[in-house]
């Protein structure tokens, strides 16, 4: 465990362009989070929307340069809110999408449904009717009852364009709850199944077979586990479009060393040198490793309390970050206006459970009540999961650019709170 932190520790884990006002406030995009504090409350998840832009634009010219025919699918339900999908779709991305929920919004942010990729282990069929009738572009096949639907729901003169979703037998190093490519999964058909599934595919008189799709898990901070997703669906014969899923792991912590973009690019690529049709188009699909780094949120101390273990309450937790109860993710902190060093403690969040302790040591510089604390990588699958336990209200998302601040997702009221009670 980090015993202290330097400055430059920190900043290092903050979206690019963080820096320190001359009185030592952290500010992002040039917004002081003091500032950001007075206008917008606590808790407040902060975008970064230059370092985002950059990241997307980043993956884009990684794939490209080394596989000219790539696409980027952002992973929508990393972080689903309209504004982050219009900035995925202005940048070039394609979209991925699991479900209605995450259609209806994409179709909001503006995003072109030719470009979007249905996912999905479990979907009904109006979630199938959505995607026909809104149009989209790729719908990932996961099993037998998929093809069903589309058959009856498809009308007769369309011709939907599908992926068949392959487990690629590929037991990754990360939490067993976002390990999806092992045998044994619940997402896609083994190598069998999957030839079944495609030949039914190609003798549809509605459905036509684009290619082959596969995903082996989040968090993953090897490139040759990620890589291995390839020869898998290489296997399976040839086809226009090899979609290899997402999974590239961040930096959350001091200590974590990912493969860099480049180095992740070059795996992935190298293995479709060898393994694809040099003709075939490569999509990627990441969620975590394009938004997580560009975020913070943004908490007040409510209440320092010593004993044994001096626990640091704020007025957010499990509300907002689900990442630390689900699967043990590690994060740092520090307060906003004394970057780096200080004693371990205990951050802990204001939900009714043990369980609800954002970072269980982590240096902070004399925690006081009042006191801001930031704590950075949050820009993935934190939004997303956010929820009203214990009565919390859901919090807004704060974009920052080149000192200005613009409240994109706003906090829910005290009314949202009983606006479904009939
Ligand atoms: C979740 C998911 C992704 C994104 O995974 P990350 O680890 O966030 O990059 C990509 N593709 C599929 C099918 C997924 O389910």
Redesign the pocket.
């Known amino acids: 465990m980090t015993e202290t932190s330097t400055r430059m520790d920190v900043l290092g884990l903050f979206p690019a362009g963080t820096q320190l006002a001359a009185d030592g406030v952290l500010t992002i995009g040039g917004c002081r989070l003091d500032d950001i504090a007075a206008e917008y409350g606590t808790p407040t998840m902060i975008v970064a929307e230059s370092a985002l832009r950059q990241r997307a634009r980043d993956y884009l010219r990684e794939f490209r340069s080394r596989w000219p025919r790539s696409d980027v ?1 952002f ?1 929508s ?2 972080f689903p809110c309209t504004a982050i999908q219009r900035v995925m779709a202005q940048e070039g991305l394609h979209l ?1 999408v ?1 479900g209605g929920g995450e259609i209806v919004s994409a179709v909001a942010a503006g995003a072109d449904p030719a470009r979007m990729v249905l ?1 999905g282990n479990a979907k009904t069929d109006e979630e199938i009717q959505m995607a026909v009738d809104s149009g989209i572009g790729l719908v ?1 096949v996961d099993n037998f009852d998929d093809i069903d639907r589309l058959e009856r729901l498809v009308p007769r003169g369309h011709n939907q364009a599908c992926l068949v ?1 392959v487990i690629p037998g590929v037991a990754a190093t990360t939490h067993t709850s ?1 390990a ?1 490519g092992h045998v044994g999964s619940k ?1 896609g058909l083994l190598p069998g199944d999957a030839r079944r599934a495609i030949s039914r595919i190609e003798r549809s008189a509605v459905l036509h077979c684009a290619g082959v ?1 596969t ?1 082996v ?4 901070l090897s490139a040759g586990e990620l890589a291995a997703a390839v020869a898998p669906i290489a296997a399976l014969g040839t086809f226009e479009v090899y979609d290899l ?5 961040v930096r959350y912590t001091y200590a974590e060393h990912p493969p860099s973009l480049a180095e992740y690019a070059e795996a992935m690529v190298e293995q479709a040198h060898e393994l694809l049709p040099g003709d075939s188009r490569i999509i990627v ?6 938004g997580a780094a560009s975020a913070c949120t943004l908490y007040r101390v409510t209440t320092v309390k010593r004993g044994p273990v001096t626990h640091v309450a704020v007025d957010g937790g499990m509300g907002d970050n689900l990442e630390v109860s689900l699967y043990g993710q590690r994060f740092e902190a520090t307060i906003a206006d004394r970057v780096g060093g200080g004693r371990e403690v205990s951050l802990v969040g204001r939900h009714c459970e043990s369980g609800d302790e954002l970072i269980s040591s982590v240096p902070l510089q004399d925690p006081r009540v009042g006191d801001l604390v930031a704590v950075p990588v949050t820009g ?2 934190c939004y997303t999961m956010s929820n009203q336990y214990n009565g919390a209200r859901r919090i807004p998302v704060v974009f920052t650019a080149d000192g200005v601040a613009r409240l994109v997702v706003r906090r829910d009221t005290w009314a949202d709170l009983l606006s479904r009670d009939v």
Not at 217 to 220: A, D, E, F, N, R
Not at 285 to 290: A, K, T, Y
């Open positions: 699918a992973a339900k990393s991925d699991a996912h990932v979703r976002v999806t997402f799709h995903h898990g989040s968090q993953l899923g997402g999974g590239l792991g699909e990441p969620g975590r490793s394009m993935a699958y």
